[in-house]
């Protein structure tokens, strides 16, 4: 099977990350990517000897078009990458380019998902989808309940938070196995 040369963008812990670093003899190429110089995904993908970029601010999204271009990167994924990416950019990665919700998409789009699932007592999952110019709206292509509605309730909402991350975890690992 041709195994993908893929670039997975950050901003925070990488938890996430882990998982792709952990299966990383699974592609042709593994590059991060982060918009936080602090971010401890990149102490993460170090300890691997994975190549990383940190971006520069202002960012600029020709250059790193090019540096993708330069490494060969055929696929794209967002793993808690909090910058908002311009249609520009989007549209030059189209069918190429995935993200990680934490959240039954469509419903609690943006930020504060996994609170606000539980402050409504609603259950809690997590989303693969392909990236389009619009936030967190594009055709889903993986999707599982972390927490169903009938655990909710009695829930805390740190045991929910842990068991939503746990289930991105699984979710990632089977979107990468699927490749
Ligand atoms: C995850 O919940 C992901 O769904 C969201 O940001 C979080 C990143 O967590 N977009 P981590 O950095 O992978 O631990």
């Not at 020709?62 to 990416?85: C, P």
């Not at 039954?104 to 389009?132: C, F, M, W």
Request: hydrophobic share 45%; aromatic share 8%; charged share 20%.
């Amino acid at each position: 099977m041709h195994k993908k040369k893929l670039a997975v963008f950050i901003s925070g812990y990488g938890s996430n990350l882990n998982v792709f670093l952990q299966n990383k003899d699974k592609f042709a190429d593994l590059y991060v990517v982060s918009s936080n110089a602090e971010a401890y995904g990149l102490v993460r993908a170090e300890n691997c000897n994975v190549d990383r970029l940190v971006l520069e601010q202002p960012l600029s999204w020709l250059t790193l078009q090019q540096k993708l271009i330069e490494r060969g990167t055929e696929v794209i994924f967002l793993a808690g990458f909090m910058r908002i990416l311009p249609a520009s950019f989007v549209n030059l990665w189209e069918g190429r380019l995935f993200n990680l919700h934490p959240s039954l998409l469509p419903k609690y789009k943006g930020l504060n998902s996994i609170q606000r699932a539980h402050a409504a007592g609603d259950e809690i999952g997590v989303t693969i989808h392909q990236v389009t110019a619009e936030v967190d709206s594009g055709h889903i292509v993986a999707q599982k309940i972390a927490v169903s509605q009938s655990e909710v309730g009695p829930m805390s909402l740190e045991e929910a938070t842990q068991r939503t991350h746990a289930c991105e975890h699984e979710l990632v690992l089977a979107w990468i196995n699927s490749l």
